[in-house]
């Protein structure tokens, strides 16, 4: 499939850029919104994130609040203590002034390189202090999967 639009646009953030790039790219300066759709790709330092749509909120100086992604999700986040996180998500949202994300709906993780996985239906990760708080329902419980060398 062709490229309607190639954006790459650099946000200057408390941690450094975000590069992004999608097919299409729409803003309204108005509700201080923008949004990328198709095949977006989201990169911050060593994170990435690929998903459906993006959606930035910016406050009224023009600095960004929280980037949503939404639809089939795929991501890969680095924390402070160089561990990584792959895997899954619905929903994942960034707030950049807390380096915190919240990763929603069927989420699949893995933890590297201790090989960790947890399947949730929230996770909430802390970059700076390299913490991780779960969340499950009645109906899907949180999960943990754990090597153990006997």
């Known amino acids: 499939m062709r490229w309607i639009v190639l954006i790459l646009i650099a946000i200057t953030l408390q941690a450094g850029k975000i590069e992004i790039t999608a097919k299409k790219f729409e803003a309204s300066q108005k509700k201080l919104i923008s949004r990328f759709i198709g095949d977006v790709v989201i990169k911050r330092n060593q994170d990435i994130i690929k998903s459906d749509e993006v959606t930035i909120y910016f406050n009224k100086k023009r600095k960004p609040l929280k980037v949503v992604a939404k639809g089939h ?12 996180y792959k895997g899954t998500a619905k929903t994942i949202t960034y707030f950049p002034k807390r380096k915190e994300y919240l990763l929603q709906g069927n989420v ?3 933890q590297l390189p201790d090989n960790k996985r947890l399947i949730a239906q929230e996770i909430f990760l802390n970059l700076a202090n390299s913490k991780l708080t779960v969340k499950g329902s009645e109906q899907k419980p949180v999960k943990m999967i754990i090597k153990i060398d006997e």
């Open 73 to 84: 999700i795929e991501f890969s986040i680095v924390d402070q203590k160089g561990k990584r």
């Open 108 to 110: 699949h993780i893995v």
